[in-house]
């Protein structure tokens, strides 16, 4: 009789997963620091003495960001799998860095509008850092790191509007601190700015320092000392033992690896996992040399990835508009401030969610209905958002429905696309990782730059046309609610197989040999020297 234990976790580089979630950190602040004061900005470039007209620039301003990164965000994830992510996140970090640091000094919408461009168009880091978690992980911590990584953009983005906010025009905000006369009276979006090419410079900093050299996907065998030797696996920033029988007619290479982390190392105390190294000398099976497009589960996330991507961010545009409108044209007549309450308690739930809900949820369901229940679940959050307006003047019934309906929307948000990150991580082989990451982020960020124009458009003639529900201001959520149904429907003939990375679902045609302790290492070294 025996008895089978569950397999201990692979231990992650934690440093290396740091610089990470640092890098996923600076790409939210970057994206959400501008929205806080971006309809300042526009009103000081005296473009128009109509503040409805404001609106009209501000549109274009924060589109640009996401329009380059439409065009970018492939190229670079396609970039990063044949040079390697390294040098790919590094470039990105400095452009961001560079292009952060003059966005402060705009004193036109052109000039504003040009860098936002180029931040985007240089910077790809998004789908970049999706794919070098791929590298470094396995079934065993995925989710737990997309978890960490979640969290961090989470927190880029609340610290970005929250920075962004505060710190934009600070001698009208904050006089006894300056004079308009001052350099940040003259350049009042300066200073939130700097606090953003600050921590790009930090992030690049780390990349530089702590992110080992990587070789690209067709040279990784030079990585990697062969015949036992230990050395540095590149790729993951753990040590590693390696064994090679190799058949150089056939071309084909099977790997004994013992994977240790450095602590492990010192102490000669590892946790051992088997794994298949990105050598272009190992076993694969010809269908996983196509490119990224022949893969169908891929596709078939990437536009699940969108058509949630699209659904959010309709109703992230559309939202405040609404909720600012009168109580008597179907909004909530808030102010600002309430706004932020809002935003605040999204915040703080996200936070929470990737601390104690999202992992115990992944390991109960998998990636696959985890992002299923998410999408459908989005639905009863999006929907019912106009109905608040019926509880507008009983402000506890109010603030406690939409308080729920917000938990609600963040929980289902949440869960949709940090495992629709875990799913397309394990949908392709790590050849093509960066690549699909790269597509998937590109058509996101086209739903970004169109989204702000479709759900304006929407909510206007809603308001405008006269023509009741469900074509009045319920027509936006209601297409809302619809592209996150579509997301999820999209994936309902999907396998659980994309639960696990595809090296796992998927495995090499020449078995792997794998050692299954450190001591057992040592064991055969001591074998094979009483042999001689």
């Not at 965000?73 to 992510?85: A, E």
């Not at 051992?272 to 891929?298: C, G, H, N, T, Y």
């Not at 935003?343 to 992992?359: C, E, K, P, S, W």
């Not at 289902?412 to 990150?421: E, K, L, Y």
């Amino acid at each position: 009789m025996s008895t089978t234990t569950a397999a201990p976790a692979t231990p992650l580089s934690y440093k290396i997963l740091f610089v990470l979630c640092v890098c996923f950190f600076n790409e939210a602040f970057t994206f959400s620091n501008l929205f806080s004061y971006i309809g300042f900005m526009v009103w000081d470039f005296h473009l128009t003495d109509d503040v409805d007209q404001v609106g009209y620039y501000a549109g274009y301003l924060g589109s640009c960001f996401s329009l380059a990164s439409f065009i970018s965000s492939f190229w670079w994830g396609k970039m990063s799998d044949k040079y390697g992510k390294r040098p790919i996140l590094l470039i990105g970090a400095t452009g961001a860095t560079l292009t952060s640091l003059v966005f402060g000094f705009s004193n036109s919408l052109w000039m504003a509008m040009a860098l936002r461009f180029l931040s985007g168009l240089v910077n790809g880091n998004i789908g970049v850092v999706k794919g070098y978690t791929s590298d470094i992980t396995d079934s065993s911590n995925q989710a737990k790191t997309m978890s960490y990584m979640q969290l961090s953009w989470g927190l880029g983005n609340i610290m970005g509007s929250i920075l962004g906010g505060v710190m934009a025009r600070p001698c009208e905000q904050h006089p006894s601190f300056c004079s308009p006369s001052s350099f940040l009276g003259k350049y009042p979006y300066a200073l939130p700015n700097l606090i953003n090419t600050f921590f790009s410079l930090l992030g690049l900093v780390m990349l530089w320092y702590f992110i080992p050299k990587q070789s690209s996907s067709s040279s990784s065998s030079s990585s990697y000392v062969r015949n036992g030797q230990v050395e540095k696996d590149e790729v993951n920033g753990l040590l590693a033992v390696v064994d090679e029988d190799e058949d150089e007619e056939e071309g084909l290479s099977a790997f004994k690896m013992t994977s240790l982390s450095k602590e492990d190392d010192e102490t000669h105390q590892g946790v051992i996992s088997v794994q298949l190294l990105r050598d272009s000398k190992v076993s694969a099976p010809p269908s996983d040399q196509r490119p990224f497009w022949r893969f169908k589960d891929a596709m078939i996330l990437c536009a699940a990835y969108g058509a949630l991507g699209a659904a959010y961010t309709v109703f992230e545009e559309a939202w405040p508009l609404w909720a600012l409108s009168p109580i008597s044209r179907g909004g909530l007549g808030f102010t600002p401030s309430e706004l932020g309450y809002v935003g605040a308690i999204n915040g703080i739930t996200a936070i929470l969610i990737q601390i104690t809900i999202f992992l115990p949820i992944v390991k109960k369901l998998g990636f696959l209905r985890v992002f299923q229940v998410g999408a459908v679940l989005g639905i009863f959050s999006l929907l019912p958002v106009p109905l608040l307006n019926t509880f507008s003047e009983n402000i506890p019934i109010l603030w406690t429905g939409l308080s729920g309906l917000s938990v609600i929307r963040v929980l289902a948000g949440q869960c949709a696309f940090t495992a629709c990150f875990g799913l397309l991580s394990n949908s392709i082989p790590l050849n093509n990782v960066g690549a699909v990451h790269g597509f998937a982020q590109s058509g996101v960020a086209l739903t970004r730059a169109l989204s702000p124009a479709i759900a304006g458009n929407l909510l206007a003639w809603g308001y405008s046309n006269h023509l009741g529900f469900p074509f009045n201001q319920y027509l936006v959520f209601i297409v809302a609610s619809i592209l996150s149904l579509t997301a999820g429907l999209l994936t309902i003939r999907l396998s659980t197989s994309l639960d696990v990375p595809y090296n796992e679902s998927h495995p090499p045609a020449q078995p792997l040999v794998g050692i299954t302790s450190s001591s057992e290492v040592q064991d055969e070294k001591e074998k094979e020297k009483h042999k001689e």
